[in-house]
C-alpha cells in the first residue's frame, strides 16, 4: 500500500437533522440510516443527496420498494440516463435486471472489472443505483475507489501534468471479453455476447466502441472537487500521447487509484439498496458466487459533459 489513511482523509459523517451516516471506511462510503426510500420527506432527500456527495457512495439496508419507488427515487436526482447494456423490465424501461441464475457459470459477469459507469458516452450517467432483491450467501460483493482522493494524493507536479489531457473512452474490451466469456442468456452482457462472429457491428454498438474523450481530470459540478476520470475497463489511450505512453500512465492512475486505502466494500444482503457517483468514484463486482442466484436491478441518472 502506498499510502495510509492520514492527511487527507475525512469520511467523518455530517450531523444530519432527518437520517443517520455511518462511515464505513476511512476513505469513502456510508451506511443511511433512519429512512424508507419509498416514503422519503423532501428534508430527508435532501440530506441523503448531501451525504451522497460526501460519501461518494451510501447504501440502506432493509428496503421495501417496487421498480416504481426506484425509478421514483432516480428520478429525484434527475432524468434517466441512456442505458449502454441491457434493456429494462417489462413495464419499466429505466430499470434494468442485473441477475446471475445459480446454475450459470461464466467467465464474465456484468460490472467485473475496475469502472466507471459507460464513460464512453458523451454524457456518461451521473449517479449509478443498485437494489439487491436476491443475495448470495457470500460471494457477489462490490468495490469502491474514491478518486477525488485518490488525485488529493497526487504531488502538484503530477496534477498540473495530468490538467490538460483528455482520455479516450471506448466500449471495446468490454466488447471483446463479452464475446470470448458471456452467454448470450447473460440479461446484461447477452446482447454484445451474441454479436459473437459478426462481421460488422451494429451501428449503436459501433459508437460506443469508437467511444468519445473526457478531461482526465473532471470538476464535480455540484461541490467542484477535482477527481481523477480513468479506469482499467474504458480508458484506452491519452489524446496526444503515443499507445505506449498512454498505457504506461494508464496502468499508473488505476494502480495509484484502487490501492486498498483509497477503497470501500460493500457485502450485499436482501433489500439493500446502493447509490453512487460515477463522477468521483469508480467500483467492480466479482465473479464469485457460482451455484447461487444473485437478482439486482439498476438505475441510472443522466449526466452532464464532464469538464
Not at 456484468?110 to 436476491?134: C, E, K, N, Q, V
Not at 501534468?161 to 473512452?169: C, E, Q, S, T
Amino acid at each position: 500500500m502506498i499510502v495510509h489513511p492520514t492527511g487527507k482523509f475525512d469520511n467523518r459523517a455530517r450531523a444530519y437533522a432527518h437520517i443517520e451516516a455511518h462511515p464505513s471506511a476511512a476513505a469513502m462510503g456510508a451506511e443511511i440510516r433512519g429512512v424508507q426510500l419509498a416514503c422519503l420527506s423532501d428534508a430527508q432527500f435532501a440530506e441523503i443527496r448531501n451525504a451522497l456527495f460526501r460519501h461518494r457512495m451510501i447504501y440502506f439496508r432493509d428496503q421495501h420498494i417496487t421498480h416504481a419507488d426506484q425509478e421514483a427515487f432516480s428520478l429525484r436526482f434527475g432524468p434517466f440516463a441512456e442505458d449502454a447494456y441491457t434493456k429494462g423490465v417489462e413495464g419499466h424501461p429505466n430499470v434494468q435486471p442485473v441477475i446471475k441464475e445459480a446454475d450459470v457459470k461464466t467467465g464474465m459477469v456484468f460490472g467485473s472489472g475496475w469502472h466507471t459507469d459507460s464513460p464512453f458516452l458523451p454524457r456518461p450517467p451521473a449517479i449509478s443505483m443498485l437494489y439487491g432483491a436476491d443475495i448470495p450467501p457470500f460471494g457477489g460483493d462490490t468495490i469502491w475507489a474514491n478518486t477525488v482522493l485518490a488525485y488529493a494524493m497526487l504531488s502538484e507536479t503530477m496534477q498540473r501534468m495530468l490538467a490538460p489531457l483528455r482520455v479516450h473512452m471506448s466500449m471495446a474490451r468490454v466488447l471483446e471479453s463479452a464475446q470470448a466469456y458471456a452467454r448470450i442468456d447473460d440479461s446484461s452482457l447477452g446482447r454484445l455476447a451474441a454479436l459473437r462472429g459478426t462481421m460488422a457491428l451494429p451501428e449503436e454498438v459501433m459508437r460506443k466502441v469508437q467511444g468519445t474523450t473526457h478531461p482526465l481530470v473532471r470538476t464535480h459540478p455540484v461541490t467542484g472537487e477535482r477527481a481523477l476520470y480513468c479506469d482499467g475497463t474504458y480508458a484506452v489511450g491519452i489524446e496526444g500521447l503515443t499507445e505506449p505512453e498512454s498505457e504506461a500512465l494508464l496502468n499508473y492512475l488505476v494502480a495509484h487509484i484502487t490501492q486498498p486505502a483509497f477503497t470501500c466494500r460493500l457485502r450485499w444482503q436482501p433489500k439493500t439498496f446502493a447509490l453512487w457517483d460515477n463522477r468521483i468514484c469508480i467500483h467492480q463486482a466479482f465473479n464469485d458466487y457460482d451455484g447461487y442466484r444473485r437478482e439486482l436491478y439498476r438505475t441510472t441518472v443522466a449526466g452532464e459533459i464532464p469538464e
